[in-house]
């Protein structure tokens, strides 16, 4: 008879884990994709403008992803509905934190540090790095060593550029 020992259950940290590179890597495309898609206005700069949308635009999504945390987990956690969404909306934290680069370029613009072109540029400058540190970053979580982690953070790099390019296109 084989030795039926219990499987041991993934490290607590494992879901906060996956939750923040999830959420990182989305806020920094989410912010890349919404500020390069409003720098190609035909209108006046208005750096301001962009920041506030970047920001109601992340506050949206981490709103949105909440919820559908706590619709698609609810029977599995019970307890009320109510409870369950304002902790999956306060969970998506690093969402909105992801955004943060952004605000901070185009509030640069804003107070007159450079054009709003440039607080643009700069915000995906710093957030094309930022993608190379999250995909750095995963992959030396999965225990690769640091060239086929470099490798990785380089085409995750490359993958999230392509969707902000796809994205403010198609703006």
Not at 6 to 32: C, K
Request: hydrophobic share 55%; glycine share 10%.
């Amino acid at each position: 008879m084989a030795d039926s020992a219990p499987v041991p259950a993934p490290p607590l940290r494992a879901e906060p884990l996956q939750r923040l590179l999830f959420a990182g890597v989305y806020g920094t495309v989410l912010a890349s994709a919404t500020a390069s898609a409003l720098g190609h206005e035909s209108g006046p700069a208005d750096p301001g403008y962009d920041a506030l949308w970047v920001l109601l635009t992340a506050l949206a999504a981490a709103a949105a992803h909440g919820f559908a945390h706590a619709l698609a987990h609810r029977t599995a956690h019970g307890g009320t509905a109510t409870l369950s969404t304002v902790r999956s909306v306060v969970q998506e934290w690093p969402l909105l934190a992801a955004v943060v680069p952004t605000l901070a370029a185009l509030a640069g613009s804003y107070w007159g540090w450079w054009s709003e072109n440039g607080g643009i540029d700069a915000a995906l400058g710093i957030n094309t790095a930022a993608l190379f540190g999250w995909g750095l970053w995963s992959a030396r979580l999965a225990d690769r060593n640091w060239f086929a982690s470099c490798r990785a953070g380089a085409v995750d790099m490359l993958l999230g550029l392509l969707i902000v390019l796809a994205n403010a296109l198609s703006k």
